[in-house]
């Protein structure tokens, strides 16, 4: 990548190049490089688990999308919208019929009124909704707080919009809260809370209680809370609350949901944030210089699935909880230490027992030994060492798939 | 007001855009819309059907669809006969509009400087400050947009890091000649900085003008990140699937920020993409011959109704027209008039220039071109362009123009 440097290097100038013959001019001496933002973020654990387990023959129980498709009234809508011709750009922060959508579902689920037109912002999954609060609303050196373990790619979103990262480890047996800790990592430099119920990965729900400490705290403060409410659909040991539901806390906090857990469409990516005007215009601003629109027929089709009768939702959790028992009895069998997990399809154990050193260890001796995946946590820590006797894994996948992998485990994983 | 500290310094620095209100002065009118930079017609049946085949056989999940970087890099080397690894080089995102994203996240630190040729998309200055970098403006002098390399040099400082290259070029229509880009090219390489390409309209030339990437001149490409997509080539811009072409260590760096921001391109587009990537010449022929018609077309109206055509487009599917010289409205208004007056709507030029240009004469008499431009958009239908064309028309022969 050597260019030619002419043997005489001046010092660095501020003016530019004034005459037309100076061609081989000055230029610093930096190689050209990638931003330094980038330095911690390689490729990611679960493309690295992927291949391994495709190179083993491993069932996959590590990625969190399922290994079954979404129901046909939905994708008979988006097909019904290609054909109808609707594959034009669509307006940047959502089809209206969208929009409306998500405010119905919203109020259903919360009791909130919300204008589809001010506060509903449609983003290439929730990812982008993530990505595009963190970039419209935090400023290079405002602190963030945010609970470990982590979906992944809150910490470099964070990093990219120049956040400081304050960090509260939830632990084992149940990863509550601890309320005392949160407090004294509040400074007059805290401009938000990244939170996420139900909890990826450990499957825990914040409680009441813990959402009434965490409001308390945000509105004494004036905090922003950004709440990555995914998984909402698929709560089974206790309802899900919306933060934004709390007394005073709607004017603060950007809801974050999406299509692909709760209809199994994860590679649609439709997406979308709910906040009051003046944080959605900020959202917004960042949203349509990531992706500028989302995918129109998808829009279409998600407008329909959002509007579907209760009995959707009740027959999705019916199903998942059964694939919940028959992943958990075969964990619990085999000799794992189970974490009670409320919501999510993921459920995180202690894997020691079976005497490797760490998670990643772990993970890798039961794609090969057994040829069972799952995710090593220690990557959803900000400090690593945190994870390193937890993994996860996941149960969106058909039944036949689970009890095989129950069964390889049963046989093959023994303790140390 | 306290809200507002809430907000982003680079959200607060933005405004919305004046195209907003003409917008809304356009659907009040019912006006024939010729502002907005996307098709009426429908996309191309065969593209359509492999779409809804994705969707109906599953291929709705999470998914990285190699195939789509094989036809890209085939697609390279025929076309500029460039060899790019598509295992390593390619990155799928969700349209153009997140391969440049990622892209400047990937490549601009705090402070560093890039430049852009102005007029230019707007988008891009945004990106640059989303990432932390200072966009330097170049301006491209009327009437040709010519390129003149003293403002270009002029425009180089140890602070920058990269050039924005989009050709063929929305508004203008210009195509950036051979010319022209060996001169970006030298100045790349004499001050070390990475050029990124917006090449959407790179199936969209007439008068047998060929797309040349920057990339394929020598040297270059080492140094280039390619942009394009399916929107333009394959009026599908709803679908969002497009890429970005890298060497590996770039194209890997860019990667890792698309997968933070969303993560994955729609799955069942991206399974249609290879159908769509896998047109035979035949495709690309009739796309051609067809918007070179409506080039045509939207040229012959504009003269009609008074427009001295001088530039004609050579490629995407805009022309950007001159206010007549005795007209004495600015963009803005005349385009007001030609909404009330005539029903059509097109978008003023204003919103794609930048008045701190990098150059040492910009009192307002010597930027006053920039509020002379109209840029209107003939990616529309045959009768829409003839409706259109019987309103302009009828406004002439209403013995009233506008004045």
Same mark, same amino acid.
């Given at each position: 990548?050597?260019?030619?440097?002419?043997?005489?290097?001046?010092?660095?100038?501020?003016?530019?190049?004034?005459?037309?013959?100076?061609?081989?001019?000055?230029?610093?001496?930096?190689?050209?490089?990638?931003? %330094?933002?980038?330095?911690?973020?390689?490729?990611?654990? !679960?493309?690295?688990?992927?291949?391994?387990?495709?190179?083993?023959?491993?069932?996959?129980?590590?990625?969190?999308?399922?290994? !079954?498709?979404?129901?046909?009234?939905? %994708?008979?809508? &988006?097909?019904?919208?290609?054909?109808?011709?609707?594959?034009?750009?669509?307006?940047?922060?959502?089809?209206?019929?969208?929009?409306?959508?998500?405010?119905?579902?919203?109020?259903?689920?919360?009791?909130?009124?919300?204008?589809?037109?001010?506060?509903?912002?449609?983003?290439?999954?929730?990812?982008?909704?993530?990505?595009?609060?963190?970039?419209?609303?935090?400023?290079?050196?405002?602190?963030?707080?945010?609970?470990?373990?982590?979906?992944?790619?809150?910490?470099?979103?964070?990093?990219?919009?120049?956040?400081?990262?304050?960090?509260?480890?939830?632990?084992?047996?149940?990863?509550?809260?601890?309320?005392?800790?949160?407090?004294?990592?509040?400074?007059?430099?805290?401009?938000?809370?990244?939170?996420?119920?139900?909890?990826?990965?450990?499957?825990?729900?914040?409680?009441?209680?813990?959402?009434?400490?965490?409001?308390?705290?945000?509105?004494?403060?004036?905090?922003?809370?950004?709440?990555?409410?995914?998984?909402?659909?698929?709560? !089974?040991?206790?309802?899900?609350?919306?933060?934004?539901?709390?007394?005073?806390?709607?004017?603060?906090?950007?809801?974050?949901?999406?299509?692909?857990?709760?209809?199994?469409?994860?590679?649609?990516?439709?997406?979308?944030?709910?906040?009051?005007?003046?944080?959605?215009?900020?959202?917004?601003?960042?949203?349509?210089?990531?992706?500028?629109?989302?995918?129109?027929?998808?829009?279409? &089709?998600?407008?329909?699935?959002?509007?579907?009768? $209760?009995?959707?939702?009740?027959?999705?959790?019916?199903?998942?909880?059964?694939?919940?028992?028959?992943?958990?009895?075969?964990?619990?069998?085999?000799? !794992?230490?189970?974490?009670?997990?409320?919501?999510?399809?993921?459920?995180?154990?202690?894997?020691?027992?079976?005497?490797?050193?760490?998670?990643?260890?772990?993970?890798?001796?039961?794609?090969?030994?057994?040829?069972?995946?799952?995710?090593?946590?220690?990557?959803?820590?900000?400090?690593?060492?945190?994870?390193?006797?937890?993994?996860?894994?996941?149960?969106?996948? $058909?039944?036949?798939?689970?009890?095989?992998?129950?069964?390889?485990?049963?046989?093959?994983?023994?303790?140390? | 007001?306290?809200?507002?500290?809430?907000?982003?310094?680079?959200?607060?620095?933005?405004?919305?855009?004046?195209?907003?209100?003409?917008?809304?002065?356009?659907?009040?009118?019912?006006?024939?819309?010729?502002?907005?930079?996307?098709?009426?017609?429908?996309?191309?049946?065969?593209?359509?059907?492999?779409?809804?085949?994705?969707?109906?056989?599953?291929?709705?999940?999470?998914?990285?669809?190699?195939?789509?970087?094989?036809?890209?890099?085939?697609?390279?080397?025929?076309?500029?006969?460039?060899?790019?690894?598509?295992?390593?080089?390619?990155?799928?995102?969700?349209?153009?509009?997140?391969?440049?994203?990622?892209?400047?996240?990937?490549?601009?630190?705090?402070?560093?400087?890039?430049?852009?040729?102005?007029?230019?998309?707007?988008?891009?200055?945004?990106?640059?400050?989303?990432?932390?970098?200072?966009?330097?403006?170049?301006?491209?002098?009327?009437?040709?947009?010519?390129?003149?390399?003293?403002?270009?040099?002029?425009?180089?400082?140890?602070?920058?890091?990269?050039?924005?290259?989009?050709?063929?070029?929305?508004?203008?229509?210009?195509?950036?000649?051979?010319?022209?880009?060996?001169?970006?090219?030298?100045?790349?390489?004499?001050?070390?900085?990475?050029?990124?390409?917006?090449?959407?309209?790179?199936?969209?030339? @007439?008068?047998?003008?060929?797309?040349?990437?920057?990339?394929?001149?020598?040297?270059?490409?080492?140094?280039?990140?390619?942009?394009?997509?399916?929107?333009?080539?394959?009026?599908?811009?709803?679908?969002?699937?497009?890429?970005?072409?890298?060497?590996?260590?770039?194209?890997?760096?860019?990667?890792?920020?698309?997968?933070?921001?969303?993560?994955?391109?729609?799955?069942?587009?991206?399974?249609?993409?290879?159908?769509?990537?896998?047109?035979?010449?035949?495709?690309?022929?009739?796309?051609?011959?067809?918007?070179?018609?409506?080039?045509?077309?939207?040229?012959?109206?504009?003269?009609?109704?008074?427009?001295?055509?001088?530039?004609?487009?050579?490629?995407?599917?805009?022309?950007?027209?001159?206010?007549?010289?005795?007209?004495?409205?600015?963009?803005?208004?005349?385009?007001?008039?030609?909404?009330?007056?005539?029903?059509?709507?097109?978008?003023?030029?204003?919103?794609?220039?930048?008045?701190?240009?990098?150059?040492?004469?910009?009192?307002?008499?010597?930027?006053?071109?920039?509020?002379?431009?109209?840029? @209107?958009?003939?990616?529309?239908?045959?009768?829409?362009?003839?409706?259109?064309?019987?309103?302009?028309?009828?406004?002439?022969?209403?013995?009233?123009?506008?004045?």
């Amino acid at each position: 990548m050597a260019s030619s440097i002419s043997t005489a290097v001046p010092a660095p100038q501020q003016a530019a190049v004034s005459t037309q013959d100076e061609l081989t001019q000055k230029i610093p001496t930096q190689p050209l490089q990638v931003t %330094k933002r980038l330095e911690k973020f390689k490729t990611t654990i !679960f493309t690295q688990m992927s291949s391994l387990a495709i190179k083993h023959g491993a069932i996959n129980l590590g990625q969190g999308f399922p290994n !079954f498709d979404g129901p046909d009234f939905v %994708k008979e809508a &988006a097909i019904q919208a290609i054909r109808d011709g609707k594959n034009q750009y669509a307006r940047g922060y959502g089809v209206p019929n969208l929009n409306s959508a998500v405010a119905e579902r919203f109020k259903k689920d919360t009791g909130l009124v919300v204008d589809p037109e001010k506060e509903v912002t449609v983003t290439s999954g929730c990812t982008e909704a993530i990505a595009a609060t963190m970039l419209g609303l935090i400023n290079p050196g405002d602190e963030v707080i945010l609970f470990a373990p982590f979906y992944d790619s809150y910490e470099a979103t964070l990093s990219m919009a120049g956040a400081k990262i304050k960090c509260i480890t939830l632990r084992p047996p149940d990863f509550s809260i601890p309320i005392d800790e949160l407090k004294s990592v509040v400074s007059k430099n805290t401009r938000a809370i990244l939170m996420n119920t139900p909890h990826n990965p450990t499957g825990k729900m914040f409680t009441q209680e813990e959402l009434n400490a965490i409001a308390s705290l945000c509105i004494e403060n004036d905090l922003l809370v950004f709440s990555d409410e995914v998984y909402d659909k698929l709560a !089974f040991e206790m309802d899900h609350i919306s933060i934004a539901s709390l007394p005073g806390m709607y004017e603060r906090t950007v809801t974050m949901n999406s299509l692909g857990k709760t209809f199994s469409l994860t590679g649609w990516k439709i997406g979308w944030a709910i906040a009051p005007p003046h944080l959605t215009w900020g959202v917004r601003q960042a949203h349509s210089f990531l992706t500028f629109a989302t995918s129109t027929p998808m829009q279409f &089709a998600a407008a329909t699935a959002l509007r579907a009768p $209760d009995s959707y939702y009740e027959e999705l959790r019916r199903d998942y909880m059964a694939k919940k028992n028959i992943l958990v009895e075969g964990l619990n069998s085999v000799g !794992f230490t189970v974490f009670p997990s409320s919501g999510t399809y993921f459920v995180v154990v202690d894997h020691t027992t079976f005497g490797l050193e760490n998670d990643v260890a772990f993970c890798e001796y039961l794609i090969k030994e057994v040829g069972v995946v799952a995710i090593p946590t220690s990557v959803f820590y900000l400090n690593p060492e945190e994870g390193k006797n937890l993994v996860r894994f996941t149960f969106c996948k $058909d039944e036949e798939t689970l009890k095989s992998a129950v069964e390889r485990m049963k046989q093959k994983l023994s303790k140390k | 007001m306290a809200e507002m500290e809430k907000l982003s310094l680079v959200a607060k620095a933005l405004t919305p855009s004046p195209i907003q209100q003409l917008s809304y002065l356009a659907q009040r009118y019912n006006a024939i819309n010729l502002a907005e930079g996307f098709p009426d017609f429908p996309a191309p049946p065969h593209i359509k059907n492999a779409a809804v085949s994705a969707i109906n056989s599953d291929f709705n999940q999470y998914r990285h669809v190699q195939g789509i970087c094989d036809h890209v890099a085939r697609k390279m080397k025929e076309m500029h006969g460039l060899d790019v690894d598509p295992l390593t080089d390619i990155v799928i995102c969700c349209g153009q509009s997140e391969a440049f994203a990622a892209t400047m996240f990937a490549i601009v630190d705090q402070g560093d400087e890039v430049i852009i040729f102005d007029p230019s998309y707007e988008t891009y200055e945004t990106c640059i400050r989303l990432a932390g970098g200072v966009p330097v403006h170049v301006a491209l002098e009327p009437p040709n947009w010519t390129l003149n390399l003293d403002k270009l040099k002029k425009s180089f400082t140890v602070k920058t890091k990269a050039i924005v290259l989009n050709s063929p070029h929305n508004p203008t229509g210009k195509v950036f000649t051979k010319d022209e880009l060996e001169i970006i090219a030298g100045a790349c390489q004499t001050w070390n900085i990475l050029a990124i390409t917006d090449e959407v309209y790179e199936h969209i030339t @007439f008068d047998k003008e060929s797309h040349i990437s920057l990339a394929s001149l020598p040297e270059m490409q080492k140094r280039t990140i390619v942009t394009s997509s399916l929107s333009k080539t394959f009026s599908v811009t709803g679908w969002r699937i497009g890429w970005a072409i890298a060497p590996a260590w770039i194209a890997s760096a860019v990667r890792n920020i698309h997968i933070r921001i969303t993560d994955s391109a729609p799955a069942p587009f991206q399974e249609a993409a290879l159908t769509a990537l896998s047109s035979p010449p035949a495709y690309f022929d009739s796309l051609r011959s067809d918007y070179e018609s409506k080039r045509d077309c939207a040229v012959n109206m504009l003269a009609e109704v008074g427009f001295k055509m001088q530039f004609k487009p050579k490629g995407s599917f805009f022309v950007f027209a001159p206010l007549p010289e005795n007209c004495t409205l600015s963009d803005v208004e005349f385009v007001e008039e030609l909404i009330k007056q005539a029903g059509v709507v097109a978008v003023p030029g204003c919103g794609f220039f930048h008045t701190t240009l990098c150059e040492e004469n910009s009192s307002p008499a010597a930027l006053s071109y920039q509020r002379r431009y109209i840029r @209107f958009a003939f990616c529309k239908s045959e009768d829409t362009l003839a409706a259109a064309s019987r309103k302009l028309s009828k406004l002439v022969d209403d013995g009233r123009g506008i004045k």
